[in-house]
């Protein structure tokens, strides 16, 4: 069974930084597309940003785009969320997760199996 611990998250101003980690143990890793989720409340999950096995190629929500970077280093079981430039419209709490299947969208939570319990991200002035 694959855990994932984000880590990372607090209050920031807008126009801030933060930088999110995401840990991950009990399975392989490097094998796996990995992405990054939101939820505020009373909102649905959405998607923000994924990254394939290699790292070679990523993802965004047009919401974040240039704005967010996701990274990941295989070696270490983590992927990264660089998050530049935030937005009140940004907070929510982000969760990582690891996507098992491949019958939708890779932006569809459907496809992601295992997750993380979220790390708080709350941008305010």
């Known amino acids: 069974q694959v855990q994932l611990v984000e880590s990372g998250g607090g209050l920031v101003q807008p126009g801030g930084s933060l930088r999110l980690s995401c840990a991950a143990s009990?399975?392989?890793?490097?094998?796996?597309?990995m992405g990054w989720f939101r939820q505020a409340p009373g909102k649905e999950r959405e998607f923000v940003a994924g990254?394939?096995?290699?790292?070679?190629?990523?993802y965004y929500a047009d919401s974040v785009k240039g704005r967010f970077t996701i990274s990941r280093d295989n070696a270490k079981n983590t992927v990264y969320l660089q998050m530049n430039s935030l937005k009140p419209e940004d907070t929510a709490n982000y969760y990582c997760a690891v996507r098992q299947y491949y019958s939708h969208k890779y932006t569809d939570a459907r496809d992601y199996t295992y997750w993380g319990q979220g790390t708080q991200v709350t941008v305010s002035s």
């Open positions: 009990g399975r392989t890793f490097n094998s796996y597309t």
């Open positions: 990254v394939s096995a290699s790292g070679g190629s990523t």
